[in-house]
């Protein structure tokens, strides 16, 4: 059997010396012996595989609400794209690929139902209760939300993984030290491959859906020269098939480029412990500005043609509307809520019980319960 100290020892062997080691974690927040033959960030992934968010992820938003087709990508197979990509990159630059795949897996862990709508409506709502942010609620849960051990709530996940997930640097409950300046190097690797893979799932989704047109997409000039690049190794008569081939070549060249000037930099700033990442204020894994100067029109096109086309923008809406008089009526009657979060009410805020139980839903959840809460045929 591979035992555990064997694992670590190979890391040193194989990962760069500015990569985070698992032999080299702070621990976890509640002491746990190890494991016998997982690494402790190994075991980080289980925890989140295993978890009840993770499986939730499934019927949470991204861009598309989840009625409206089996197609489209959901918040579940969106989190795998980035820990696909943020995996190869990470092998690439001899990082942490447990860690990466990890911080991946939990990086939207904390997003409610009905995507970006559903977080501007918790945010609105709960204003002067401290906010919300996927981010932060990410953290909320990995620390405390999460129900599945005896003596200490949350899943326990290591000091590292939880820095990975605090994307903006906020001081975290439960540590004196205000956070490092920067993420480390294996979260950088997903912040970048969040961005890579909802780029072009998204606009493979709003292409699929009809709501942007290939024609118009064909003027942007990334597009274009990938169109350009894609189609000289191998002409595709079918159109599904060649916009497939157009978008892998675009995520491709955006991975390579990626490592290449991430690599640039890691060799110009002399990086050689993950500490040393952590504490510079510029960011070391980065696109090179010629490819970030080719993404911008994308971004732009996105933001306008899709984000805010207007079936998209009613959708959102209608989102908004529902979390909100979801929310009114918990708190209005907070005896409709289930058991174990209304036994909270006694200690806590009842805004944040409220955000927290639905910041948990899942889009179809959330949709069943406003039914039963405010159609008067609907069972209750
Ligand atoms: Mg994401």
């Known amino acids: 059997m591979m035992t555990r100290r064997e694992l670590e020892a190979q890391e040193r062997r194989s990962l760069a010396p500015y990569a985070i080691h698992a032999s080299d974690s702070r621990g976890r927040p509640h002491r746990e012996p190890e494991h016998p033959y997982r690494t402790c960030f190994q075991r980080d992934h289980d925890r989140i595989i295993h978890s009840t968010a993770f499986r939730r992820l499934e019927y949470k938003t991204q861009v598309f609400v989840i009625h409206e087709g089996d197609y489209y990508r959901t918040r579940l197979t969106h989190s795998l794209e980035v820990a696909q990509i943020a995996e190869t990159i990470a092998r690439a ?63 326990n996940l290591t000091q590292e993984l939880r ?34 893979a909802y780029d072009h799932h998204d606009l493979d989704d709003g292409l699929t859906s009809g709501l942007i047109l290939e024609e118009e997409v064909g003027k942007i000039p990334i597009w274009r020269q990938a169109r350009r690049e894609a189609l000289k190794r191998g002409p595709a008569t079918r159109p599904e098939i060649r916009r497939y081939q157009v978008i892998r070549f675009l995520i491709n060249w955006r991975v390579t480029d990626l490592i290449r000037e991430s690599e640039r930099r890691i060799r110009k700033s002399g990086i050689r412990k993950p500490s040393h990442a ?32 207007p079936r998209v923008v009613r959708m959102a809406d209608k989102a908004q509307r529902l979390l909100a008089e979801l929310f009114r009526a918990y708190l209005r009657k907070p005896e409709q809520l289930p058991d174990t979060t209304r036994r909270r009410l006694s200690k806590e805020d009842p805004y944040r019980v409220v955000c927290d139980y639905i910041a948990g839903m899942t889009d179809r959840y959330a949709t069943e319960e406003y039914r039963k809460l405010f159609d008067p045929s609907e069972r209750v």
């Open 278 to 309: 952590q504490a510079t204020r510029e960011r070391t894994i980065a696109s090179s500005p010629e490819v970030e100067g080719l993404r911008a029109p994308l971004k732009r096109f996105l933001n306008e043609r899709l984000y805010r086309h």
């Open 93 to 155: 630059l001899r990082l942490n690929i447990d860690l990466a795949r990890s911080i991946a897996l939990a990086h939207d862990l904390g997003h409610g139902p009905f995507g970006h709508s559903g977080e501007d409506a918790l945010r609105e709502l709960m204003e002067g209760h401290g906010g919300f942010d996927h981010n932060l609620q990410a953290l909320r849960i990995v620390d405390l939300l999460e129900q599945r051990y005896p003596s200490f709530p949350g899943l």
């Open 163 to 196: 820095e990975g997930l605090n994307k903006h640097r906020r001081s975290l409950p439960g540590s004196a030290k205000p956070p490092p300046s920067n993420l480390g190097l294996e979260a950088q690797v997903v912040d970048l491959a969040d961005e890579i």
